[in-house]
């Protein structure tokens, strides 16, 4: 066995967390009615502004024909395959780069601080501005994007929005642009947390650089990242602000995605029940997502 | 450095310097990346006709403060009421902060300190609401808050803040109950002390890095937050900021220079306040930050 392995069996040191006091306050008679008079405005915000809105929703779109009115649109399968390719791709690569950045920003250098301090600042930006000046960056030749490859390299640039592809690509680069320092705070933070003794160990056994990537940081965060990606998956299937202000589903609508048609449907169209069952139509993807998060981020303890 | 045991120092040095400036090259685009699009706010809020067509220059040759002048004198009809709803961003972002907080700090009292059964059901309640994708909600949500008389209301916008703000305060505040010693509320309690006593006096003071670290997280999340603040204002006079940003964004003929510098005025707030309090932040949310 390997000084790494002896290492990673004894299990993860668990930094600083504190244990449960031994302590217990014993609940009986008046103390019992303030702890739950302590927990009723927790309570009635989460019923009346969760649970009932939730059951509402479920009850708007609880009409079969809704659904049948959805796929007739032809809006609705390309506005699923588009949610499909910025959820998968934009999460993926999110996650993947924030990974590969944490490391970067972990390195000693004089410079690399007051870099995290900028990179942090898409994070810190709220969402319509930061989408807003994307969205003017590429509206066309005097965009800053074309006008910077005409003055600087001389090539005529695409008109964004002109074409799906481009416009979904658009989207997919101001989500990550906006998400991407936020994950990688996260695991600058899982990656601090690791015990410098695993990566001597790791030295001894002559693991640096990729190796040690692989084999060392990479198992220990698998459990963080998988979590992180999870909850990356959700928040972006829900995504409104993204898509609605960089691309505004040009060209044509054809850029759309749940989130966004489902808001479409209930105010432009003032169908709200069509909305809903558009939002309702994610759920068998959502639901099994949520569980598998919910379970995973209990029982690993990974603390969201 | 011991990876390539036969390697000669000069050919370690080589490959140190490579290292050196990939890293370095790596930060100036990571730098681009990052500044860009603030730089593009910045050229049109600061050209006189609103164009930011870039002419070779970095700087505009002739940056003009106009846009941020009419913001702050309210010189257009798009922004006549602009102070109003900078007010209003305002109100919904304190309210909703001192809500959460409240809310949150109660239920972790009862939960992590006194230990109330069933604790598990609120923290699973917790989690669920904040995994939650909000946008989904967002169209039930306005016919419910028209349902309790909340329609074109600030009220119904708080409601929402707070309601998608509290459940990870809630989660962040008891992993930090949990780092606080148990032998006061002990103490307290074989002096006598009820428990509303023992929340006011030894629980909210202890809690306090705790209880800002979820203020400053509610206050950013309300200000910021624009999909429930538009669906549920209708009044001009009730528009938050975000809304009133908007307006100019469904316009073809506005004039865009004033609506990059109000994007500007708007999102220097929540800029100052996380920049201020980055390091504070860092320490109080990376005890619950998802982290093992």
């Not at chain 1, 998400?179 to 996260?186: C, E, K, L, Q």
């Not at chain 1, 990656?191 to 940081?217: K, L, N, Q, S, W």
């Not at chain 1, 993204?242 to 989130?259: H, I, K, M």
């Amino acid at each position: 066995m390997s000084a790494t392995q002896q290492v990673l069996a004894t299990g993860r040191p668990v930094a600083g967390r504190g244990r449960r006091p031994p302590w217990r306050w014993r609940l009986h008679g008046s103390d019992f009615t303030w702890a739950l008079a302590f927990v009723v405005p927790y309570a009635a915000v989460f019923l009346a502004f969760a649970v009932y809105p939730i059951a509402y929703g479920l009850w708007m779109g609880r009409e079969p024909a809704l659904y049948g009115r959805l796929l007739a649109d032809p809006h609705y399968p390309r506005t699923v395959i588009n949610t499909l390719v910025y959820v998968g791709i934009g999460v993926n690569v999110t996650m993947f780069l924030a990974l590969l950045l944490s490391g970067f920003f972990l390195r000693r250098r004089w410079w690399i601080r007051p870099l995290l301090v900028i990179y942090l600042l898409p994070w810190a930006l709220p969402a319509v501005p930061a989408f807003l000046s994307f969205h003017w960056m590429l509206i066309g030749e005097q965009g800053l994007v074309d006008s910077v490859l005409r003055e600087l390299f001389g090539i005529d640039g695409p008109i964004w929005f002109n074409n799906r592809g481009l416009a979904l690509a658009s989207n997919i680069v101001a989500s990550i642009w906006k998400w991407m320092p936020f994950w990688t705070a996260i695991f600058i933070a899982g990656r601090m947390a690791i015990p410098p003794e695993i990566y001597e160990a790791a030295a001894v056994d002559g693991a640096t650089g990729t190796r040690r990537f692989v084999h060392v940081t990479f198992p220990l965060l698998a459990n963080v990242y998988l979590v992180c990606t999870l909850l990356a998956t959700i928040w972006t299937l829900g995504d409104f602000s993204t898509v609605n202000f960089v691309s505004g589903g040009a060209p044509a609508r054809s850029t759309d995605v749940l989130a966004t048609l489902g808001i479409r449907y209930a105010l432009d169209f003032a169908q709200p029940e069509l909305g809903a069952a558009a939002m309702l139509s994610a759920l068998p993807v959502l639901i099994p997502l949520v569980i598998v998060l919910m379970r995973k981020a209990q029982a690993t303890g990974v603390q969201l | 450095m011991t990876a390539l045991p036969f390697a000669s120092p000069a050919r370690r040095r080589l490959r140190r310097m490579a290292g050196d400036a990939a890293a370095a090259l790596l930060g100036v685009v990571l730098l681009i990346w990052s500044l860009a699009p603030v730089y593009n706010m910045l050229l049109i809020a600061l050209d006189q006709e609103g164009d930011n067509e870039f002419s070779g220059d970095i700087w505009p040759p002739e940056p003009s403060l106009d846009s941020f002048r009419a913001v702050w004198t309210q010189g257009h009809w798009y922004l006549e009421h602009i102070w109003n709803q900078f007010g209003n961003s305002l109100y919904v972002g304190l309210l909703t902060m001192v809500l959460t907080v409240l809310i949150a700090s109660l239920a972790s009292f009862a939960v992590g300190r006194m230990r109330l059964g069933k604790a598990r059901m609120l923290t699973s309640a917790a989690l669920f609401t904040y995994v939650l994708p909000s946008s989904f909600l967002a169209i039930p949500f306005v016919r419910v808050a028209y349902s309790y008389g909340l329609s074109d209301s600030l009220w119904a916008v708080i409601a929402a803040e707070v309601t998608f703000a509290t459940p990870f305060a809630v989660l962040i505040l008891l992993q930090y109950a949990r780092l606080l010693p148990t032998e006061l509320d002990e103490a307290a309690r074989i002096d006598g002390a009820s428990p509303a006593r023992i929340y006011w006096h030894i629980y909210l003071p202890l809690m306090a890095p705790g209880l800002a670290a979820v203020g400053t997280y509610a206050l950013l999340l309300a200000w910021g937050e624009y999909l429930y603040q538009y669906m549920l204002l209708s009044s001009t006079r009730n528009w938050t900021v975000a809304v009133a940003i908007e307006q100019f964004w469904d316009s073809d003929e506005a004039p865009w220079n004033y609506m990059m510098a109000l994007a500007i005025m708007y999102a220097l707030p929540p800029i100052a306040v996380f920049f201020a309090l980055r390091r504070y932040l860092a320490a109080a949310l990376g005890l619950g930050g998802v982290r093992r």
